[in-house]
C-alpha cells in the first residue's frame, strides 16, 4: 500500500495509539477504524474500499479531533459519545459509567426472575446511562420500570436513551438510593452500584469515569450495604433483589443478603467466569434462578 493512502496513515495513526496508550497493535488498528468511521460517516465496508485513496479526498479535521482525545487516554466510548449495550446502542458521557458487558448479566437474572409475568414492577439503583432499566423494559414490554440516580446529569443522559431507543415505559426519578421512593414497594429491584473501594489500584485507569459511580466507601461496600439493607422496605414480600458486585465481594454480599433477610440466594459469573452478582428472594423456598444466557461481548 502506497505511504501516501488513508490507510497508511490510519495504519501510522495505530501504531502511536498502541505505544501511547499501551494497547495491542490490534486492538489499536481495531479503535482507529471506528474512530476514522465515526468521524468520517463511513460504514467499515465504504472505509475497507477507500483506504486506497489519498488522505487529501478526505477532510479529516473531525477525524484528528477524536484521535487526539483518545491519545491523551480518554475511554474510546467516550470519544465516540455511544457504545453498544446487549443489542442496543447506548449514548454515553463523562457523566455516566462505560455499559460493559459483565453487567449484562445483571438484565439476564432479572429476565430470569420476571419470566412470562405481566406487569411487574421494577426499580434500578443508581441507573447511570439507563443501560440495564431501558434494555429490561425493551425485553419486557410489559413490565413498569423506575430508574433513579442522584446526579441530574446522568438522568438527562438516562431519559435521552429511553426516547432514542423507545422505551416509554420506563419512568426517571432524582433520587438518592431510596431517599424520594418513601411507601413504593416493587416486585424486582436491580442495581449497580458503586463497589469499588478508596484507593483501589485499578482507579487510575479508570480516571475519566465519574468517580462517585464507582467508589464506596474504604471497602467499596458502603452503597451495596445501602442498597441490600434498604430493600426490604421497598419489596413486595415475595419480592428479589439482583445486585453487581466486585469480583472479590461474593461472600460479604451474600452475609449481607441473609441479614437482611433474603434466602434463596443465588450467585452469578461475569464472562470471565468471576463472580459478578448475587440475586436473593423475600420469603423464598427455592433459589430465584438466574438465566444463564452468556451475554455477547461488546466491542
Known sequence: MSLFTLGARLAADARRLAATVKISRGEAMREIR?????????????????????????????????????????????????????DHLFRVTPDVLIPRADTEGVVNAALGVIGEKSGTRILDLGTGSGC???????????????????????????????????????????????????????????????????????????????????????????????????????????????????FDQRDFVRDLFASAGFSGVEVFDDLGGQPRGVVGRLNASAPAKARRKRAAVSA
Open 34 to 86: 471506528r474512530l476514522a468511521c465515526h468521524s468520517l460517516h463511513l460504514t467499515t465496508a465504504q472505509l475497507v474500499v477507500r483506504e486506497r485513496e489519498s488522505p487529501g479526498r478526505f477532510d479529516l479535521s473531525a477525524y484528528g479531533i477524536v484521535f487526539d482525545r483518545r491519545l491523551r487516554g480518554e475511554p474510546l466510548p467516550y470519544v465516540l459519545g455511544e457504545w453498544p449495550f446487549r
Open 132 to 246: 440495564i432499566a431501558i434494555s429490561i423494559a425493551l425485553a419486557c414490554p410489559s413490565a413498569v420500570v423506575t430508574a433513579i440516580d442522584s446526579s441530574p446529569e446522568a438522568l438527562a443522559v438516562a431519559r435521552e436513551n429511553a426516547d432514542r431507543l423507545g422505551a416509554d415505559t420506563v419512568g426517571f426519578v432524582a433520587s438518592d438510593w431510596y431517599s424520594a421512593l418513601s411507601g413504593q414497594k416493587f416486585d424486582l429491584i436491580v442495581a449497580n452500584p458503586p463497589y469499588v473501594a478508596e484507593g483501589d489500584q485499578h482507579l487510575d485507569a479508570l480516571r475519566f469515569e465519574p468517580q462517585q459511580a464507582l467508589v464506596s466507601g474504604a471497602d467499596g461496600l458502603d452503597a451495596l450495604r445501602w442498597v441490600i439493607q434498604g430493600a426490604p422496605a421497598h419489596l413486595e414480600s415475595d419480592g428479589t433483589l439482583v445486585v453487581e458486585h466486585g
